[in-house]
């Protein structure tokens, strides 16, 4: 069983940044697809960005995010990061970490085992 927690969460003007946090329990880690998705209100849940334990930590990116967010991972710490930067209102959502045991390095929020809680952003006009 794996355990996510998300921080780092909050309240920013468009145009601002933050960084959110998924520490996550266990000593496999390091061998899990992680990601990070979002649901804004009246909205499905989608997927935001992947980085994966092999192929060199390939990571892959929503169209919508692509040059404004960064997804990371630092192993010794069980924790996977998303760097935001030049938010903007349409990414308010509460965003979610998720695992992945099978490596599947999928952007459907189906395949992916472990949840957290979830985080809210949300990015005033």
């Known amino acids: 069983q794996v355990q996510l927690v998300e921080s780092g969460g909050g309240l920013v003007q468009a145009g601002g940044s933050l960084r959110l946090s998924c520490a996550a329990s266990g000593h496999t880690f390091s061998s899990y697809c992680m990601a990070w998705f979002r649901q804004a209100p009246g909205k499905e849940r989608e997927f935001v960005a992947l980085?994966?334990?092999?192929?060199?930590?390939?990571?892959s990116y929503a169209d919508s995010v692509k040059g404004r967010f960064t997804i990371s991972r630092e192993n010794a710490k069980n924790t996977v990061y998303l760097q935001m930067i030049s938010l903007k209102p349409e990414d308010t959502a509460v965003y979610y970490c998720?695992?992945?045991?099978?490596?599947?390095?999928?952007?459907?929020?189906?395949?992916?085992?472990?949840w957290g809680q979830g985080t809210q952003v949300t990015v005033s006009s």
């Open positions: 998720a695992a992945d045991p099978y490596e599947l390095e999928s952007t459907s929020s189906g395949l992916y085992l472990y």
């Open positions: 980085v994966s334990s092999k192929s060199g930590g390939r990571t």
